[in-house]
């Protein structure tokens, strides 16, 4: 018999981070976002969540596909999601990311998606990433320097 | 600034559920379920874990469709996955699924997802559901009959 | 039994159709494109021609959730797709959409994913779709006005 | 500027398979599977031919994984689907696949989706595979003997 995982059910508050330490990344509902319902299936934010994530590292001079190549890899280890309201077909909204800290190779990230004019919030994330060696299956001692740095930048 | 939604870090203890009261739904990883690094990408649990909610309830008597026709929706509010150990292409998977528990119109489903022989997990959920009025968009004071009465007898 | 759909196996010569008339929509291999082979999977394209479409109806000020909304739907009635090289992890790509005819409600789409520097073509393909009454789940009789009128000028 | 991909537009007739030369997969569409307009969305159907073609290579003795964890991929080259009515929320149907021809290292599959009773066509559809080494990037010469045995088998 497994523990559980629980809930995201405790709410903190926010260090006040500043505004521009968000990465802002565009979305649409597609069509095929869209589940019976005629809104955003609520798997479909996931991959919301990880373009966000690339983006952000991509802006940093992190190219994801080339961290692969190299070998290493950044597979997500926990995941949590509220959804506060949903996205309909067509809607325009933005995903803000938001690297919030990095404990050896474990890399947390925080998001919010809301309006374009930031006055709905649709959903709340966290997701929690850690650095592995692709060859040997195993997680890193470190983080590669690159990757590192350019991380470190991001944290202040 | 909005809350955050925190991960699910805190293990508490499980209350000693009857092993009869898990629903156990099948899967395997096809190739649209990989991704680059030739596991199941991590959202295409979110799908698995939707089927086996609809799969348990179909068990029961309830059909989702059914339900859905009749004006009643049950979306997502949270989530939160924790991933254990991957699923590798090719491989079969149980997710068992148990209606936790049920609080007016919100209802908690508990999720691990083993191995056949049940000696590995690869990953445990947590999904919250709430009843909408589809047609208003509101959430529902009760669920309606048909499903409490099938509920309860998951619970109990 | 029924009839077989034939694979689009006959090349036909392109009756030069004018750059200008092809809408130009850039894509990026994200990782939950891809699959176990580090390339964007077969069916992921399905929702870049999908995506180049809807986007192509609203730079033409057709928003196709005002369409839905109205109840008229178009879906996919015929799909087509040669697969001509792979697009890989991170890769950026152009879909070029292009509405070659309508024929009463039918409408038919066909589509190029090139390189940036249009060096490299990785898929053809084509789409059919028809315009239908939703309540009634019929085909139209004839589009909406402000659709035809939109889609003419797109045809010449 | 390359030259079209036409669709699926001409209708031959059927060599009138034995009808127990097709392999039968049963699907369920699930909400994830479905759309706005409360049906399978139409890049769905192209994972459901994917499983269909996957299992049925499984009954045969082959593991898909295997084929790739020996260098050998599958990639689909060529994907023709028409939809003839749409399968909805719920709704349960059979996707009937058939391995056609063999012509050196392409290998083509016929589909038909199909209601339980088999009174109802929802999807015919085409796909050819190429037997590619997965090393090198190329084409294979030939497919593996152990792949060619089973096919073999598969088509008479």
Same mark, same amino acid.
């Given at each position: 018999m497994y523990p559980d995982v629980p809930l995201p059910n405790a709410i903190q508050p926010l @260090?006040? @981070?500043?505004? *521009? &330490?968000w990465f802002e990344y565009p979305i649409r509902v597609q069509p095929h976002h869209t589940d019976y319902a005629g809104?955003?299936?609520?798997?479909s934010y996931v991959a919301w969540l990880e373009e966000a994530r690339v983006e952000c590292l991509r802006s940093l001079g992190i190219e994801f596909a080339d961290l692969v190549a190299m070998g290493c890899d950044l597979p997500v280890v926990e995941l949590a999601v509220r959804y506060h309201r949903p996205l309909r077909l067509g809607m325009a909204a933005i995903v803000r990311a938001q690297? &919030? *800290?990095?404990?050896g190779v474990r890399i947390h990230w925080h998001y919010q998606i809301q309006s374009p004019a930031a006055d709905e919030l649709y959903v709340s994330a966290q997701v929690t990433l850690v650095a592995v060696d692709r060859e040997k299956g195993r997680i890193l001692r470190q983080l590669p320097p690159a990757v590192k740095d350019a991380l470190t930048r991001l944290t202040r």
């Amino acid at each position: 018999m497994y523990p559980d995982v629980p809930l995201p059910n405790a709410i903190q508050p926010l @260090p006040t @981070p500043l505004i *521009d &330490r968000w990465f802002e990344y565009p979305i649409r509902v597609q069509p095929h976002h869209t589940d019976y319902a005629g809104v955003a299936w609520h798997g479909s934010y996931v991959a919301w969540l990880e373009e966000a994530r690339v983006e952000c590292l991509r802006s940093l001079g992190i190219e994801f596909a080339d961290l692969v190549a190299m070998g290493c890899d950044l597979p997500v280890v926990e995941l949590a999601v509220r959804y506060h309201r949903p996205l309909r077909l067509g809607m325009a909204a933005i995903v803000r990311a938001q690297m &919030r *800290d990095m404990k050896g190779v474990r890399i947390h990230w925080h998001y919010q998606i809301q309006s374009p004019a930031a006055d709905e919030l649709y959903v709340s994330a966290q997701v929690t990433l850690v650095a592995v060696d692709r060859e040997k299956g195993r997680i890193l001692r470190q983080l590669p320097p690159a990757v590192k740095d350019a991380l470190t930048r991001l944290t202040r």
